[in-house]
């Protein structure tokens, strides 16, 4: 399996941007389908965006769709989330995922870094 760290949460106001990293190691990120999933208290946890292994192709969330943007560089072995405009709902644990390519479960996850976003 492929090991996953995130970095670059923190507090930031609403309206503000912030960029998620996620650095993989163990195998080569370009087997695998990387997505960002959140949990905010209370709430079950939700996919937020995901990119296939080329990075031709994205999926957002209905919530994020035009504020946040999935990246990745395979080179480096990253997967990247930017996201612009927070808002307070946006305030989660954010995780890093990856599954095989034409696997049904998300069989890696990171420890997740928090985001808060401030009113």
């Known amino acids: 399996q492929v090991q996953l760290v995130e970095s670059g949460g923190g507090l930031v106001q609403a309206g503000g941007s912030l960029a998620l990293s996620c650095a993989a190691s163990?195998?080569?990120?370009?087997?695998?389908?990387m997505g960002w999933f959140r949990q905010a208290p209370g709430k079950e946890r939700e996919l937020v965006a995901a990119?296939?292994?080329?990075?031709?192709?994205?999926h957002y969330g209905d919530s994020v769709k035009g504020r946040f943007t999935i990246s990745r560089d395979n080179a480096k072995n990253t997967v990247s989330l930017r996201s612009n405009s927070l808002k307070p709902d946006d305030t989660a644990v954010y995780y890093c995922?990856?599954?095989?390519?034409?696997?049904?479960?998300?069989?890696?996850w990171g420890q997740g870094t928090q985001v808060t976003v401030s009113s």
């Open positions: 990119i296939e292994p080329t990075g031709r192709h994205t």
């Open positions: 995922a990856a599954k095989v390519r034409g696997g049904s479960d998300w069989s890696s």
């Open positions: 163990g195998r080569a990120l370009n087997l695998y389908v």
